[in-house]
């Protein structure tokens, strides 16, 4: 099993480095001190106080998970409070010159514990407290003061905001491995599928045709079933839909090809592209529900062995939707006499949807020779957000038909 490496991690070695090594630092600079401080024998408490908090919370700073929120707060009490004691401890005059603090460097070690933990704006708050301690410190607001707080302060939110990035660009190399296992998985079923239950549905499928009677109507659901199973073994597994990094959530878009290969049977071929068709939830939904109503048309009106096929193309600047059938076509007239007589199928759950989205439907048939009906949705239309509607074509997934019951032409 792979060991999963976090892209932080180093991060958190480094910073345990850095406190170990500047706790050393302000060890060396007291000892170099001692007979210049006006109260050594406090500082040097202070000084092995601080020793002793780096070398037992070592592991704190291990990962994010141990590096909690009052670990953080008593860290930087320490570096705060070692600060402000340095006025106390020190000479007016080392002050003045510019002398450390007794914490020193080890000090931005604690504001940087922030920035790894809780990213820029943690770090933010921290360096505002430190440079307000420096500032009580110093008594007045000198060069090199301001110079240092500037320094720790962009150090610290630029360190946080890179692992801002860091994290979400692990949480997306993640996800991309998840789809990249969960498609080889897929393919390899589909392999295993394809060698054994698909050969055997299609072989039903041919005895049946020949045999007549009840085998053929035996070997007509074993044809839907072999195509059904084509369509979900072949389909691309869904991706992020989301801006959020996550699975998706409501407001991601959806894959056209996703919702239309529900439809696919064995007299029902669907062809789409082999990239996703994304478009807009609504807008995904009220396509699908006007190809659907379609296809009810052709079930109603083109006869039960009619065979239809939706064909998906997905354009720069649109995306088209054509379903066409080889039934017996619509006389010329019917549609209008239809519409006059309130039977709305298609002038609202075809047209009325695509309108509706800001696309159109056209409708093509010729006696003897089929029906076809095109659906041109405006990728620019799509993503307007949807209309607030009561029944009618803006119910998604409702085909309507006729006031008769007789079908939707």
């Known amino acids: 099993m792979p060991v999963r490496m976090s892209v932080e991690q180093p991060l958190w070695r480094a910073l345990l480095a850095y406190r170990v090594l500047t706790a050393g630092y302000a060890v060396a600079l007291y000892v170099h001190a001692y007979g210049a401080l006006r109260h050594p024998l406090p500082a ?13 919370t070592a592991g704190r700073v291990s990962n994010a998970e141990r590096c909690t929120r009052a670990f953080l707060a008593l860290d930087l009490t320490v570096a705060v409070t070692g600060i402000l004691l340095t006025g106390y401890v020190d000479t007016a005059a080392r002050i003045d010159s510019g002398a450390f603090t007794l914490p020193s460097i080890w000090t931005a070690g604690s504001v940087l514990a922030f920035a790894v933990k809780g990213g820029w704006r943690w770090a933010a708050a921290a360096s505002t407290l430190v440079a ?43 996800r991309a491995l998840q789809i990249e296992a969960a498609t080889r998985e897929r393919e390899r079923l589909a392999r295993d599928i394809h060698d054994g239950v698909l050969q055997v549905l299609a072989m039903v499928q041919r005895r049946g045709d020949q045999a007549g009677g009840e085998a053929a109507e035996l070997g007509r659901l074993a044809g839907e079933q072999e195509a059904a199973l084509r369509t979900l073994i072949s389909a691309t597994p869904p991706g992020p839909r989301g801006a959020d990094g996550d699975a998706g959530g409501p407001a991601g878009p ?55 096929w939706i064909l998906v193309e997905d354009e720069p600047d649109a995306v088209l939707v054509s379903v066409r059938d080889d039934g017996p076509g619509i006389a010329e007239g019917r549609l209008a006499a239809a519409e006059d007589e309130g039977r709305l199928g298609v002038a609202q759950s075809i047209r009325g949807r695509l309108r509706d989205l800001g696309g159109d439907a056209d409708l093509v048939s010729v006696p003897g020779q089929g029906t076809e009906v095109e659906l041109r949705l405006p990728r620019r239309a799509a993503e307007r957000p949807p209309a607030v509607v009561t029944g009618g074509a803006g119910e998604s997934g409702q085909a309507l038909t006729d006031a008769d019951g007789r079908g939707m032409r």
Do not use: C, F, K
């Open 44 to 56: 040097g408490v202070y000084i092995a106080v601080l020793a002793g908090w780096t070398a037992a």
């Open 132 to 174: 307000a301690a420096d500032l009580i410190e110093r008594g007045s607001p000198g060069r090199d003061t301001v110079h240092n707080v500037i320094l720790v302060w962009v150090a610290s939110i630029a360190i946080g905001y890179v692992v801002e990035v860091a994290r979400a660009s692990e949480r997306t190399l993640a």
């Open 254 to 308: 959806y894959d056209l090809r996703a919702l239309l290969a529900r439809y696919a049977s064995a007299r029902v071929t669907v062809s789409a592209p082999g990239t996703p068709v994304l478009l807009p939830p609504h807008a995904a939904a009220e396509l699908a529900a006007a190809v659907g109503a379609a296809l009810d048309n052709v079930g109603r009106h083109a006869g039960e062995q009619a065979h239809a």
